[in-house]
């Protein structure tokens, strides 16, 4: 997929033109930060939008504009920034974990710039206090066992999950299910032909 054609796919996820703006400032300032410190690898920005941003993307239409999302390992801002650029249309709010200092300051300054409905905190998601959420999301943080530990007391509290994983999903939710009782659904990706995005509305230790 070209970045033009992913630009246009972002059409039928229903996601508005005050949107679009946002997430294009958004990559520019990603560009501008990514030559000062290690956001994301230098070849990532020739497929921002095809590999990134419309990945990310799919995740507007299942959480609204107006839920309660904690991302976990917000690093770049993936899905974080994405879903908080579209949170500006509703009432939602995205609280983004990340716990290199450097990278909070590039997501904080995004924050900043766009006005957008978002926070970030400076911290490993293992020190969280536990605060109600209807969404926790990650993307390519962990391997799903670990997900799952890290997010259950959210899910626990009635927070659904949603993990972005590749081809190898199957053989990650095979090791999940050796310690969890999980409610779950695989949803193909748009962006990536191979891999799902992890809705887990339940998770119980076996």
Known sequence: MTELE?????????????????????????????QRMN???PREMDHIWARHVLDCAQLIPVVGL???VLDIGSGAGFPGLV???AAADGEGHVTMVESVGKKCAFLSAVISD?????????????????????????????????????????IGKGATALFFKGEHWR??????????NL?????????NETGVILKIMEATRV
């Open 6 to 34: 992913a630009k246009r796919a972002l059409n039928a996820l229903g996601v508005s033109r005050e949107t679009k703006v946002k997430l294009e400032r958004y990559v520019g300032l990603l560009e501008q930060w990514r």
């Open 39 to 41: 956001l994301i690898g």
């Open 66 to 68: 107006d839920s309660q």
């Open 83 to 85: 879903l908080a650029c």
């Open 114 to 154: 766009l006005g957008l409905s978002a926070s970030v905190s400076n911290n490993r998601v293992e020190a969280l206090e536990v605060k109600p959420a209807d969404f926790v999301t990650a993307r390519a943080l962990a391997p799903l066992p670990r997900l799952i530990e890290y997010a259950s007391a959210w």
């Open 171 to 180: 053989e990650e939710l095979t090791q999940a299910q050796e310690c969890w």
């Open 183 to 191: 409610a779950y659904e695989a949803i193909p990706s748009r962006a």
